[in-house]
């Protein structure tokens, strides 16, 4: 089970909409405080740049659906997106492909194993799956349109970028790091191959997944990216529609059930909230029609994903109703007006 320590937080019916701005600062403030000086978990060394981040840091970041920022802590400290790029380049393949095709070439079941499984694919006939595992993010980053690596890598940077509202960059160093150390991920490439699971190169495809990954951005950032989900495909701050709100949903509803891989029930029963966490530290987790609560914090429990993220999102998803599932009985006057349910 996930550790959620939510002893004396509320239940708040997500019904409802989100409190005023005030309100929201003094949640996301006192996330932060409430867990900035957990200590457990360890920082994730299988790539070894990462063993070099600093175990302290701890970011808090919402962005609400109207574009509001509130945030705490390191929200500003950039990192890896790592795994989290995976959410992200699936709706870019989505929405240039059609909600069909990725069901029939990755598919969209949880696998109950690892996220690096090979195993996973061997038992599914040559399927990856789903897009949030490793050999099912490869598929679905070969699976882009492009003439060429070259297009299809910026296509991957200017769609993230987009989610984020800003530029996003190439960490060069992560990115070494990682290159050196991906054997598994070229094997998972080879056997997709092997099954005619691959729409380009298995070299090519693994190159490609490890830059996503090794894009740098922020607590902040993650919170834009998640909103812009929550609103529809639309980027709350910048305006800009991204992805169309079929590719939204469609994102949503496999970030439920896959985002955070063998867990990711035990993540809905407890958090209640599609979500998706990396290696480095980062978790985003979205309220559909709300907002996203993005969080960075190094030191992961033993399923990878970050102790002090965990937390606070399953705090933030209590005190401020955004749990899926929380909901509250109609009172008198809903009930004598059904139609002011539904605006």
Partial sequence: MFETDLT??????????????????????????????????????????????????FGVALT??????????DVDVAFSIQSISKAFVFALACEALGHEAIHDVVGVNNTGLAFNSVVAVEL?????????????????????????ADERWQRIRDGLSRFAGRPLALDGEVYRSESFTNHRNQALARLLQSYDRLAIDPVEAVDLYTRQCSLSVTARDLA????????????????????????????????????????????????GLPAKSGVAGGIVAIAPGKGAVGT????????????????????????????????????????ASPEGVLS
Avoid at 26 to 53: N, S, T
Avoid at 64 to 73: E, F, I, P, Q, T
Avoid at 313 to 335: K, V
């Fill in 64 to 73: 609400d659906a109207r574009g509001g920022s509130h945030v705490a802590g």
């Fill in 124 to 148: 599914n006939d040559g399927s990856p799956m789903n897009s949030m595992v490793n050999a099912g993010a490869i598929a679905t980053t070969a699976l882009l349109p492009a003439a060429h």
């Fill in 296 to 335: 960075f914090s190094p030191p992961l429990d033993p399923a990878g994903n970050s102790v002090r993220g965990q937390r606070a999102c399953a705090y933030l998803s209590r005190a401020l109703g955004l749990n899926l599932f929380a909901s509250a009985p109609l009172t008198s006057s809903d009930a």
């Fill in 224 to 271: 834009v990216m998640g909103a812009t989900l929550a609103h529809g495909g639309v980027n709350p701050v910048t305006g800009d529609r991204v992805v169309s709100a079929d590719t939204a949903r469609d994102t949503l509803s496999l970030l439920a059930s896959c985002g955070m891989y063998e867990r990711s029930g035990e993540w809905l029963f407890e958090i």
């Fill in 8 to 57: 004396g937080v509320p239940q708040t019916s997500a019904t409802g909409g989100v409190p005023d701005a005030e309100r929201m600062d003094d949640l996301v403030a006192h996330a932060h405080a409430r867990y900035a000086d957990l200590d457990e978990g360890e920082v994730a060394d299988y790539i070894p740049i990462l063993a070099e981040a600093d175990r302290s840091w």
